[in-house]
């Protein structure tokens, strides 16, 4: 039985677009999930901007105040796509509101921020869930079917990056619309809290809780002209994070992000190297899992003149979320994982099962992103409070 569910975006740019596009499609591709997510309302306090969003997206109406889209009870689910400074008073008014919520990443500024966050949804017992959407690309998904099935075995190394280069030209302004992630006061951190959270999710997704990390971050770019007070102002952002960790369960991580790797938009790259097995991603090649299998879980040896690595076109029926798409071969990009994140969250709430990740797990993140920050500055090695 089809159950509407009004939708409430907040915020217009990069992200509200995928996620708008997540909302409406999610009926189409995945018809047995019973909720259907109707484009109520769009906030934001450009008039001529939210009007215009919501005219290419199909929203019913415009709001230029947040909170009165908060307020109105034809909403039933906030969708928080603003800078990260605004995800806590929106979280904590719509949770006292009884809506449903889904958050961009990073969930807060802080582990403190957080922290309010967590107890009040889970106060208001309302659904919620953060949009770390790489979990869902198909590959990464097969990844952490194949640790689940035993396929790596005694996990020794993860490593992953995500390498950027649009900040390189010091003219590149900070903060206002769509410079935000350059201004500390919108973003709370540069990389750390926009790439090398993606990468930190993903990581305690497949390998476990990361419980001490030792990190370094620079800032190349230490002034940059203000887009809103019009000044040269210090920057306060981290441009480059470089991290060791160590795992619960042993293992040893490396990870590397920045926006100063020139030629590189968007390398985010995952190996895992377990004592059975491998395996091995890379964003460019979204399709395609590299898998290699020294034995299999029940301990049989693969012949040695047939070792080597497998690369999995990941387009199969059988594959993760590939059987809601085309035909085996046909490929899907970056915005099918925020449709797949829908169909996760709604499913989660009809089966009384949350998608992951709720506001407490994606809090963990936030806990070892606050760790890595911590250790740059002191340059000690510091403990996560994840377990
Ligand atoms: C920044 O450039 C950014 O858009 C991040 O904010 C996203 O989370 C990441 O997926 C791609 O890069």
């Not at 018809?31 to 215009?52: F, I, N, Q």
């Not at 895992?272 to 399709?287: I, K």
């Not at 797990?361 to 992103?369: D, F, G, M, N, P």
């Amino acid at each position: 039985m089809a159950k509407a569910l009004n939708v409430g975006m907040i915020g217009y740019g990069f992200m509200a677009r995928a996620h708008s596009n997540a909302w409406r499609r999610v009926a189409n591709f995945f018809p047995e999930v019973e909720h259907r997510p109707a484009l109520k309302a769009v906030a934001a306090r450009s008039e001529d901007k939210v009007r215009a969003f919501a005219e290419v997206w199909g929203y019913e109406s415009v709001e230029t105040d947040w909170q009165r889209l908060v307020a109105r009870d034809d909403i039933d689910l906030v969708d928080i796509c603003v800078p990260n400074h605004m995800h806590k008073q929106i979280a904590l008014a719509a949770a006292a509101a009884g809506k449903w919520i889904t958050c961009e990443k990073p969930l807060a500024m802080s582990t403190a921020e957080g922290e309010e966050m967590v107890s009040a949804v889970e106060r208001a017992g309302v659904p919620n869930m953060v949009w770390y959407n790489y979990r869902r690309v198909p590959a990464i998904t097969l990844a952490k079917q194949l640790i689940d099935e035993g396929r790596i075995g005694r996990p020794y190394h993860y490593r992953a990056q995500f390498l950027q280069d649009w900040t390189i030209a010091p003219d590149v302004p900070q903060g206002g619309a769509a410079l935000w992630r350059l201004d500390v006061h919108a973003a709370g951190s540069g990389v750390t809290g926009d790439l090398l959270a993606h990468n930190i999710d993903t990581a305690m997704w497949l390998n476990g809780p990361i419980v001490r990390v030792m990190a370094e971050t620079e800032t190349f770019v230490k002034e940059r002209l203000h887009q809103e007070t019009g000044k040269v102002e210090p920057v306060g952002i981290d441009d480059a994070c470089m991290v060791m960790a160590r795992f619960a369960n042993g293992s040893l991580g490396l990870f590397e992000s920045t926006r100063y790797a020139r030629g590189h938009k968007a390398l985010k790259t995952l190996e895992l190297n377990g004592e059975a097995g491998s395996v091995s991603f890379d964003l460019h090649d979204d399709q395609w899992l590299s898998f290699f299998e020294y034995h299999t879980p029940a301990g049989q040896k693969i012949d040695s003149h047939t070792t080597g690595w497998r690369k999995i076109h990941v387009t199969n029926f059988e594959h993760p979320y590939m059987d809601h798409w085309w035909v085996p071969g046909l490929t899907i990009g970056y915005e099918h994982t925020f449709v797949h994140t829908v169909a996760d969250f709604l499913k989660g709430v009809e089966s009384g099962t949350p998608a992951e990740p709720t506001f407490k797990t994606a809090l963990q993140t936030q806990r070892v992103c606050d760790a890595i920050l911590k250790s740059a500055k002191s340059g000690q090695w510091a403990e996560t409070g994840v377990a």
